[in-house]
């Protein structure tokens, strides 16, 4: 057959994008840590670009927000080279480049597909947390930090700070450039910068009531508007100032953290606590939450996009107003109610249960989350404690209201009042192998429960060593393990042995693991450390004698090839192999938090780690796999490696991928977009001979069409699926 030029050109193209999927495999890393927190909606930043608004958040990375369709693509620590999940600046230059400032990570340019980072030891920048960016006519970056101020030109740096120019102060809060080049700088004073000459404003010398700015917004006709922290709003027009209060004006809050001007010239004006208002020049409007759809009274930012929309960043989320209706959008990339995480378990469908401090419990499947607490459900109280889950699946939570049983459908609550539960501060549970469950007590002890009958154990009617019970866990032989505030008991057949540890005169037990060997895994609070228990001696281990990030544990958790994983409070997470140790923190990866309270480890090797501030991570050396595997039972093996189609496809949000494999081999399963950026790494291990199914979750993708290729030392195979949202 003839090829006409057409079809030889779209053949080549074909070719071209599949030779560059194929040698791009042999240098994509997979994503090894993923985070789920609440910080998304905590708005500091926003940016406009075209059918985009570039959203950074306090925690939650940086969001870019498809404004049309509400798709979200979230970069953080965990999935992109941004330095810091804190943002803190924004700007776009000409190019299309955006530039991102952190709170402690330095400066990032993003070109799409691309990040450099500039930070105090890979460049001029003076500090890493920069606290303003603005771009001047000649595409200079002018980048506020909390020690002076830079001047980036993309190739050399020039500092200015208090010891070298007019900055009166090295505490950088916002810029402005105006219309002649002129630099509005906001410090514990205004001041402006001609290239030359400093100029200083403050309350001495200006009508400023406030010294502390905090924003800087330059009109059409060239007057400066300034918000400051606690002195209201000025307007300078070069020679008079006007100030705008609480006392002489419609000003909601002297606090002024944000100010946008629109094409008409109103002035939208966001306060911190006050919520956000329009201004005129002659008549004030406001908006909170009480008479509009604003999300929050603390307003932190504002952008107003090409059609007058005003976009409005707040510490409860972000809304667009057009002038009639709020429309409020998602920047999270999860339902996790709370940032303070306490409890995890997994059931046999590979549901993750969060319970949380102060949220609730949350139910994740690997796609959709569902929130249960005190106002939708029957859970008892909305600070949860612990969680186990039994034979038939029910789910036993601990709270600070008593136990819930909950089968899916009906909640059942155990409290003082109408059970044998000794106190409604439930700790710890535990489950043996006759289904008894073991709940531990703040207060009143152990409480032992077969569904029928309660027996109590205390310090009166025991020797339990102490009525605040904090951990339990059962060995191979059905002992009981309990760890309490005063000490270590062993319960098995009505007798009771107790250890007294005295780790630096430390008693204080807050988790315990067992591992295959039957060693007892003991975590300590305040100077106790790690302990290792093997029924006979007693290895101790700390900050001082090993690669222990901290004293305090409060998580433990043993893999599948006897490794610890340990939680401390402020040390970060911890890898342990009994020689080696691996220290995981916020500065070294992608870890959100370095006070870990939970840790459980799911069948795909992913540690699930629960943290008391950062929400919850996921890690798995060598990439996450949240896709449930499925290798399908029939008669011989595949006779050849085979990829087939996903289905359904299209699809949204979530689809299918088989693959046959003829021998015992190493598979890896990867999604690409169709430039060849790699998404997500499905599956990356040696798998026996056999078919087997993969889950793949679109996850905040936009629509498009996507390339999922299975590579094995003997084949290399690639199909396209759509994602259509």
């Known amino acids: 057959m003839k090829l006409n030029s057409t079809t030889f050109r779209i053949q080549a193209i074909i070719s071209l994008v599949l030779i560059f999927i194929s040698t791009y495999l042999l240098f994509s890393q997979s994503q090894e840590w993923i985070v789920y927190n609440t910080n998304g909606k905590l708005i500091k930043c926003l940016a406009q670009e075209g059918k985009y608004l570039w959203v950074g958040t306090y925690g939650g990375g940086l969001v870019k927000l498809n404004k049309s369709t509400g798709e979200i693509i979230v970069y953080g620590k965990w999935n992109s080279k941004l330095p810091d999940n804190y943002v803190s600046a924004i700007a776009i230059d000409a190019q299309g480049n955006k530039w991102i400032g952190t709170y402690w990570g330095g400066l990032a340019k993003f070109d799409g597909l691309n990040w450099t980072v500039y930070n105090t030891s890979n460049s001029g920048l003076p500090d890493n947390y920069v606290t303003a960016i603005a771009i001047d006519g000649l595409g200079n970056k002018w980048i506020g930090t909390s020690k002076g101020l830079a001047m980036f030109d993309g190739v050399n740096w020039t500092v200015y700070n208090t010891s070298n120019s007019g900055l009166p102060s090295n505490s950088v809060t916002a810029i402005a450039i105006d219309g002649q080049g002129n630099k509005w700088i906001g410090t514990w004073d205004l001041l ?35 918000g400051t922290n606690g002195g209201g709003l000025a307007k300078f027009d070069g020679v008079n100032w006007t100030v705008y209060n609480t006392s002489n ?3 909601p809050f002297n606090y002024v953290k944000a100010i946008a001007i629109d094409g008409q010239g109103n002035k939208w004006i966001g306060t911190y606590g006050g919520g956000l208002a329009k201004f005129d020049g002659v008549k004030w409007t406001v908006y909170n939450t009480s008479n509009s759809g604003l999300p929050d009274d603390w307003v932190t930012a504002i952008a107003i996009d090409g059609q007058g929309n005003k976009w409005i960043g707040t510490d409860g989320g972000l809304a667009k107003f057009d002038g009639v209706n709020w429309t409020v959008y998602n920047t999270e990339n999860s339902g996790l109610p709370h940032n303070y995480v306490l409890a995890i378990a997994i059931d046999g469908q590979g549901n993750k249960w969060i319970g949380t401090w102060g949220g609730g419990l949350a139910m994740f499947d690997g796609v959709n989350w569902t929130v249960y607490n ?25 709270t600070g209201g008593g136990l819930a049983k909950f089968d899916g459908v009906n909640w059942t609550v155990y409290n003082t009042s109408n059970s ?19 709940i531990g007590t703040y207060g009143g002890g152990l409480a032992k429960f077969d569904g029928v009958k309660w027996t109590v154990y205390n310090t009166k009617n025991s020797v339990l060593p102490d009525n605040d019970v904090t951990s339990i866990a059962i060995d191979g032989q059905g002992n009981k393990w309990i760890g309490t505030e005063n000490g270590l008991a062993k319960f098995v ?8 540890i005295l780790i630096y005169d430390n008693d204080y037990v807050t988790a315990i693991a067992i591992d295959g060997q039957g060693n007892k895994w003991i975590g ?8 290792k228990f093997d029924d006979m001696s007693w290895t101790v281990y700390n900050p001082w004698n090993s690669g222990l990030p901290g004293y305090r544990v409060n998580a433990i958790a043993i893999d599948g090839q006897g490794n610890k994983w340990i939680g401390t409070e402020g040390g970060g997470l911890a890898k342990f192999d009994d020689v080696n140790w691996t220290v995981y923190n916020t500065s070294n990866s992608a870890l959100p938090d370095n006070y870990v309270r939970a840790i459980v480890i799911d069948g795909q090797g992913n540690k699930w780690i629960g943290t008391y501030g950062g929400g919850l991570a996921v890690y798995r050396e060598g990439g996450v796999i949240l896709s449930v595997e499925d290798k399908e039972e029939f008669k011989g093996n595949p006779q050849k490696f085979s990829l087939y189609q996903n289905y359904p ?77």
């Not at 300590?524 to 302990?531: E, I, K, P, S, V």
Request: charge should be neutral; hydrophobic fraction near 35%; charged fraction near 20%.
């Open 524 to 531: 300590t609070l305040g100077l106790g450390g790690f302990a």
């Open 649 to 725: 496809n299209p699809f949204n949000p979530a689809t299918t991928i088989e693959f046959e494999i003829p021998e015992r081999t190493n598979v890896k399963l990867v999604v690409y977009d169709f430039l060849g950026n790699e998404i997500e790494t499905l599956i990356d291990k040696e798998l026996e001979a056999g078919k087997y199914k993969l889950n793949f979750n679109s996850n905040g993708l936009p629509s498009g069409v996507y390339l999922y290729t299975l590579k094995t030392p003997k084949s290399i195979q690639t199909n396209k699926m759509l994602l259509i949202k």
């Open 249 to 251: 004006s419609r000003l």
């Open 420 to 438: 044998g539960l000794p106190s409604n501060s439930v700790t710890a549970i535990a489950i043996d192998g006759q289904e008894i469950k073991w």
């Open 493 to 500: 057949d009505l007798s009771w042995t107790v250890y007294s």
């Open 374 to 398: 005190t106002e939708n459900s029957g859970l008892p109280d909305n600070y949860v404690n612990a969680i186990a889950i039994d034979a038939q699946g029910n789910k036993w939570i601990g």
């Open 192 to 226: 402006k910068f001609d290239g030359v000459k400093w100029t200083v404003y403050n309350t001495k010398n200006s009508g400023l009531l406030h010294n502390g700015v905090t924003s800087i917004a330059i009109d059409g006709q060239g007057n400066k508007w300034i």
